[in-house]
């Protein structure tokens, strides 16, 4: 599961300008015109037939069921407004940062006597902007969930753990389990 990927994507529409389309038929023609009129694709990320994406395109079919319906604003969700998108993800990037709420068990590697075991957290933490850079990038690139579990570990451990350097410095952080991840930028 893509969960640092799926947390990032959900924290786009924050940025929307325009709402999105209501009817299933003009949510399907905003996703077929995204990937470049590939209708097939469009069938593949929702998981249908491409007749099915035909039908709703010319208004055959107008009331998807739930699955299709929740699909659609996925993948929609996914690709709309992307001049937005990228503009707000070049702003956390260059100056902002990101906002990290994660419920995870992080595991640790410090010297002998000084760690403690792998235990649930809340913790809420603003990752500056090269973190924000590099989660985005390894996404960019498709970067495994390893990967972006990685650099966010990496930031945690800089910023909440080590806190700039001013304690732990031999301690390394990794996720161990993500119950829960909420990202906004």
Known sequence: MEEITDAIDRAAPEHFTQ????SAQAQMRALVKAVKGDKKAVADRLGVDPNTVRRY???????????????LLRELKKVWQPGIRR???KKAAASTGITVEVWAYFGYTAPVGTTD???????????PPEY???L?????EGAGDQQMRDIMAEGFQEIYFQNG????????????GIQ??????
Do not use: C, M, W
């Not at 395109?57 to 319906?69: I, N, Q, S, T, V």
């Not at 075991?117 to 990752?127: A, D, G, I, M």
């Not at 350097?165 to 161990?176: D, I, K, P, Q, Y």
């Open 165 to 176: 350097g001013s304690r732990a410095e031999n301690l390394e952080v990794e996720f161990t």
């Open 87 to 89: 503009q707000a993800r």
């Open 19 to 22: 709402a999105l389309p209501k």
């Open 57 to 71: 395109l010319k208004g055959e079919r107008k009331h998807p069921r739930a699955a299709l319906r929740e699909a």
């Open 117 to 127: 075991e792998p235990r649930l957290r809340h913790l809420t933490v603003h990752l």
């Open 132 to 134: 924000a850079e590099r």
């Open 180 to 185: 829960a991840i909420d990202v906004s930028y």
């Open 136 to 140: 985005f990038a390894a996404q960019d």
